[in-house]
């Protein structure tokens, strides 16, 4: 059973709108959630995070919306770049007394279209 | 940059043979990981390090051990490899409860 879901394989948005990433998770023990894009033949590059302590987190163009009762978190990209063209995973791990082991998504291929 | 290399970057072997794939880090952090990543699959925790010598399992750990002499190198070892192994494979480390990941090793095994 997927603890961590991404359930748009696929998304395609245009240069300049906002890019929304999805993840669900079923385990309500999660506490720490984070974000990373991917580009083929790389390792994936960290993007955002987020504790249960908070409901929203920002970074530049990136936003992480975290809704604890829904078990539900989000990735906004505003605005979106043909560089942000990638495959894009969501992760989350229970707390811990410093070792975290984060169960993945199977990740959502963004395409942002010039 | 976390400061992390993987070792080789791409590798070949038959089935049944060993294989050593080798993580190093620079910047001294005490816990390490290791990771497959598979089509459909997302990327799965095979087993993790919480300091020199403290090892544990994750996921998908059957089939792999760890080694961690020094602070600064992981290693992940196939004792015998199957082709259910080909894989690319990324160590990570931890800065507080954020985790960077290497570039990568793919595994082929024919």
């Known amino acids: 059973d997927q603890q961590v879901k991404q359930n748009s394989p696929s998304l395609s948005v245009q240069e300049g709108r906002i890019s929304i990433l999805n993840c669900d998770y079923t385990n309500s023990m999660f506490d720490y959630f984070l974000w990373y894009k991917k580009y083929p033949a790389e390792g994936p590059t960290f993007l955002i995070s987020i504790s249960s302590i908070k409901d929203k987190n920002e970074d530049g163009r990136f936003t992480v919306f975290l809704n604890k009762s829904a078990k539900h978190l989000s990735l906004h990209i505003v605005p979106s770049q043909p560089g942000d063209s990638a495959v894009y995973f969501c992760a989350a791990s229970p707390s811990s007394e410093g070792t975290y082991k984060y169960i993945f998504g199977t990740g959502t291929r963004l395409k942002v279209l010039a | 940059d976390a400061g992390i290399t993987q070792s080789p970057r791409h590798k070949v072997t038959e089935t049944g043979t060993p294989v050593t794939l080798r993580c190093h880090q620079t910047e001294n952090h005490r816990y390490m990981y290791w990771y497959r990543q598979d089509p459909g699959h997302g990327l799965r925790l095979i087993h993790y390090?919480?300091?020199?010598?403290?090892?544990d399992k994750g996921e998908v750990s059957d089939g792999y051990s760890v080694s961690r002499s020094k602070t600064e190198d992981f290693l992940l070892t196939l004792e015998s490899a199957t082709s259910s192994q080909t894989s690319v494979y990324f160590c990570?480390?931890?800065?507080?409860?954020?985790?960077?990941f290497g570039p990568g090793t793919r595994l082929t095994v024919t």
């Open positions: 390090s919480y300091g020199v010598k403290d090892t």
């Open positions: 990570a480390i931890s800065r507080s409860y954020e985790q960077y």
